[in-house]
Structures are given as structure tokens and as C-alpha cells.
């Protein structure tokens, strides 16, 4: 089944201690994003990677970093987790074929720090 | 900078009533636009999705859409809501990035309320 998967689904931690969110995906997309939802303000794009290796900032990434090492995984780490990153995290994938731009999310991780 | 307003925070429908959902854009060059939807607890699916060609286009679950240019709009439409239904609707455009690929700018979303 095609799918991008993500872990952990929740997560409860506290400030500064460092945390990776994991997203996988099957389709062989080049194209992977991360967004954070926030009540009242959708969604934001935070980082994305045009293919391993090529990553770029999106609209909010700071206290975010990621990596993009093997084309099917792209991680979404957080060095130095603070109370303002507690949020509802998707992770989205895409081919970058022109005909072919409909993103496909993941579950989501809802993370909260304290 | 590309925008996406969603003007309805919150609708509520009866079951088996008509819905419309606005939706009104911001970009300066012809749009690729979205509409998602998210069940509670779920991740985000894509309902339809607008390129270019027919402005009325027509996605999964019974809904449509249509883009009008001279209004920056894409409001979404379904004309018999059922009370599966409920749910957050999002709007979002996208602009294609240098290299491949999109960014989607999301509106903030409407809570479709479904009474039954």
C-alpha cells in the first residue's frame, strides 16, 4: 500500500531534550515536506527536500533541523525542544513531475513539550 | 507571497443540505489549487485538485469545486451533505518550486459541522 508513515503518532517530552520524528514514505517521491497545524493557522510548511542531500526552508523553520540521506526518509529533528513546537506535525511526500503535484500526508505526530 | 482565505471558520449544515465552502487565493501566476480534508484524529486527503482545463472540476466523495480567475476563487460544493462529513476542510495553492516539486500555502481551514 502506498503510504508515508510516520513515528512517533504522539509524543510527550520536555524543553531541551532532543527529539527526532521519523517520516518514511514507498512511492519513490523526490519531492518530501514537513508542516506543523496550529489551531487557527492551518497548516505551515517547515522544511522540504527536493530529492536526497537537497533540502530547503520553508515559512517557520526555526528550532527545526532535517536531512535527507536516503531518498524514501526524510527525519524532522528538534535539538532543543521548546514549549511554542508543541503542535500537530505532517509529513508529505510528492513526485515532481509537473502532472503529478498532489501531496500525500502522513498520519501526523502530535507532539507536546512542557 | 502567495495567500489562501478561508472566511468560514466554523459551518454548520443539515444532513442532506447543500454546502459551499470559499475559498479565495492570492498568487501572481496561474494557480494549481487543493482542497483537503481532515477527519478527526486523521491525516490529510485530498479531496480535488485544480491544474488547469475545465474550471469545474470534480473530486472524491461526491464533491466539486470551481475556479474563477476574476474572483480568486476555488469555493468548494457538495450538493447533499452527509453526516459523515464532518470534518476540517482546507484550501490550499500551490506554487512550483525551482528543481520540481510544490509548496502548498494552506488557508486555515473551515469545521464542517453536520446536524442531523
Known amino acids: 500500500e502506498a503510504q508515508v508513515t510516520q513515528n512517533p503518532r504522539y509524543l510527550i517530552t520536555v524543553t531541551g531534550k532532543k527529539l527526532t520524528v521519523t517520516c518514511s514514505q514507498n512511492?519513490?517521491?523526490?519531492?518530501m515536506s514537513w508542516y506543523r497545524q496550529d489551531p487557527g493557522l492551518g497548516l505551515r510548511q517547515i522544511y522540504y527536500?527536493?530529492?536526497?542531500?537537497?533540502?530547503d526552508k520553508g515559512d517557520v523553520p526555526e528550532g527545526y533541523k532535517v536531512s535527507r540521506k536516503e531518498k524514501r526518509n526524510f527525519p524532522l529533528i528538534l535539538e532543543s525542544p521548546s514549549p511554542n513546537q508543541t503542535s500537530l506535525y505532517f509529513c508529505?511526500?510528492?513526485?515532481?513531475?509537473?502532472?503529478?503535484?498532489?501531496?500525500?500526508f502522513g498520519p501526523g505526530t502530535r507532539l507536546t513539550v512542557t | 507571497a502567495q495567500s489562501v482565505t478561508q472566511p468560514d471558520i466554523h459551518i454548520t449544515v443539515s444532513e442532506g443540505a447543500s454546502l459551499e465552502l470559499r475559498c479565495n487565493y492570492s498568487?501572481?501566476?496561474?494557480?494549481?489549487l487543493f482542497w483537503y480534508v481532515q477527519s478527526p484524529g486523521q491525516g490529510l486527503q485530498l479531496l480535488l485538485k485544480?491544474?488547469?482545463?475545465?474550471?469545474l472540476v470534480q473530486g472524491i466523495k461526491g464533491f466539486e469545486a470551481e475556479f474563477k480567475r476574476s474572483q480568486s476563487s476555488f469555493n468548494l460544493r457538495k450538493p447533499s451533505v452527509h453526516w459523515s462529513d464532518a470534518a476540517e476542510y482546507f484550501c490550499?495553492?500551490?506554487?512550483?518550486?525551482?528543481?520540481?516539486?510544490?509548496?502548498?500555502?494552506f488557508g486555515t481551514g473551515t469545521q464542517l459541522k453536520v446536524e442531523l
Open positions: 508529505a511526500s510528492s513526485l515532481r513531475d509537473r502532472d503529478s503535484y498532489e501531496q500525500y
Open positions: 512511492m519513490n517521491h523526490e519531492y
Open positions: 527536500s527536493m530529492n536526497v542531500e537537497v533540502t
Open positions: 498568487y501572481g501566476a496561474t494557480p494549481y
Open positions: 485544480y491544474f488547469s482545463g475545465d474550471t
Open positions: 490550499a495553492v500551490g506554487s512550483i518550486l525551482t528543481g520540481g516539486g510544490n509548496k502548498l500555502t
